[in-house]
């Protein structure tokens, strides 16, 4: 039951911009803490960003001053605002449930990902 839609990714060059969406279905989104996932080529999935169901965020240190993170509760969607994008910041993005950084607990049910390219 649980829908997760990924939006937003592309190929850019180093120091362009992106905004990423997710559309959230199937469960209560309002009251879930919410995440960015990224999956690089060749590495396992990593928690990038983390936003409460009210509204307080957190980042990877890899990322901080780069990416914020937000989210709608009306509209069942969070956002990843990625700016002054790097060749390591390339990877598939996910969105899911992401309860803290110690302990995610990503539902077992994930979207197809958008993927982001940067290209030095």
């Known amino acids: 039951q649980v829908r997760l839609v990924e939006s937003g990714g592309g190929l850019v060059q180093a120091g362009e911009s992106l905004r990423l969406s997710c559309l959230a279905s199937?469960?209560?989104?309002?009251?879930?803490?919410m995440g960015w996932y990224r999956q690089a080529p060749g590495k396992g999935r990593e928690l990038v960003a983390q936003?409460?169901?009210?509204?307080?965020?957190k980042v990877a240190e890899s990322v901080k001053g780069r990416f914020t993170i937000s989210r709608d509760n009306d509209k069942a969607m969070i956002y990843l605002e990625m700016n002054g994008l790097r060749p390591e910041h390339t990877g598939t993005y996910f969105c899911?449930?992401?309860?803290?950084?110690?302990?995610?607990?990503?539902?077992?049910?994930w979207g197809q990902g958008t993927q982001v390219t940067v290209s030095s």
């Open positions: 936003i409460s169901s009210i509204g307080t965020t």
């Open positions: 899911n449930r992401a309860v803290s950084f110690s302990g995610p607990t990503p539902y077992a049910s």
């Open positions: 199937g469960f209560d989104f309002w009251i879930t803490s």
